[in-house]
């Protein structure tokens, strides 16, 4: 398989993290019933799936790399994933899948904007418009979860058992 350079690892890594994103919205979803919340993880969820189909195509751009990237993708996801498996137990509710939707939220723009300084150096066209499309809206997305967490958190008696 071929090597990757760290542009491009890190462009695996958001599309990876995209696709884990698909999983949690749905995940947490299923965890909350109000219908406005519900709305906006159907959102992120359609946002999510537009950005991992927007990375990859860039990464099949990617002379004899597509293959890696993808992969490498693929891994990232299933470590997500994997973390979200843990986080929400069988006994997680709504408030526990939007403060693991911050965390996954926050890892994101991280990521993004990562991707986004190593392109500085490269300049390389595609990942440029890449991230200006899909930056904003983690950023968005990591402020909608942190305001859900805290709307939920509201709700709960502080004094209640856990």
């Given at each position: 398989m071929a090597e990757l350079t760290t542009l491009e690892e890190k462009l695996a890594e958001v599309i990876g993290l995209a696709e884990a994103a698909q999983k949690a919205t749905e995940k947490v979803e299923g965890l909350?019933?109000?219908d406005t919340?519900?709305?906006?993880?159907?959102?992120?969820?359609?946002?999510?799936e537009e950005t991992a189909r927007r990375g990859t195509e860039v990464a099949e751009q990617r002379d004899g790399k597509k293959t890696a990237?993808?992969?490498k993708a693929k891994e990232t996801k299933g470590e997500a994933s994997e973390m979200m498996e843990t986080y929400l137990g069988d006994d997680a509710d709504g408030l526990d899948g939007f403060e693991f939707m911050t965390m996954a939220e926050a890892g994101e723009v991280g990521h993004w904007a990562v991707l986004q300084k190593l392109n500085e150096e490269a300049g390389e066209e595609q990942?440029?418009?890449l991230v200006q499309w899909a930056l904003p809206i983690q950023e968005r997305h990591f402020s909608e979860t942190?305001?859900?967490a805290l709307q939920l958190a509201g709700e709960k008696d502080p004094y209640e058992e856990a």
């Open positions: 909350v019933d109000d919340v519900a709305s906006k993880l159907q959102q992120m969820r359609e946002e999510a990237i993808l992969e990942i440029s418009e942190k305001e859900c």
